[in-house]
Nanobody, 123 residues
Framework: QLQLVESGGGLVQPGGSLRLSCVAS????????IGWFRQAPGKEREGLSC????????FYVDFLEGRFTTSINNAKNTVYLQMNSLKPEDTSVYSC????????????????WGKGTLVTVSS
């Protein structure tokens, strides 16, 4: 079964950090680009970051202001999202997705999606 499974979400105080994991099974991430997305209730999905597995090239949306970092462990077939200086407005369901590198992690071009993990930033 081809799937992505996220983990690492939870409740964190403002200013805190979390590291999310995205594990692929049934396929290897080696030839894919992996994006992190989030969607809060009542809001549209936002693309956050993209990493290409074969060269580790990364891209981030500007509004993250350097607070989030994505990385990959090819041996573990796992992608990570390190989130620092978390704010209440970061509260959302975070999902990972994999697609062809040429689609640049555009949501419409992703082949596989995880179900997401909830991150709540609150005091």
């Amino acid at each position: 079964q081809l799937q992505l499974v996220e983990s690492g979400g939870g409740l964190v105080q403002p200013g805190g950090s979390l590291r999310l994991s995205c594990v692929a099974s049934g396929f290897t991430l080696d030839n894919y680009a992996i994006g992190w997305f989030r969607q809060a209730p009542g809001k549209e999905r936002e693309g956050l970051s993209c990493i290409t597995a074969n060269d580790g090239h990364t891209f981030y949306v500007d509004f993250l202001e350097g607070r989030f970092t994505t990385s990959i462990n090819n041996a573990k077939n796992t992608v990570y999202l390190q989130m620092n200086s978390l704010k209440p407005e970061d509260t959302s369901v975070y999902s990972c997705a994999a697609g062809p590198p040429e689609r640049s992690c555009q949501a419409g071009g992703m082949n596989y999606w995880g179900k997401g993990t909830l991150v709540t930033v609150s005091s």
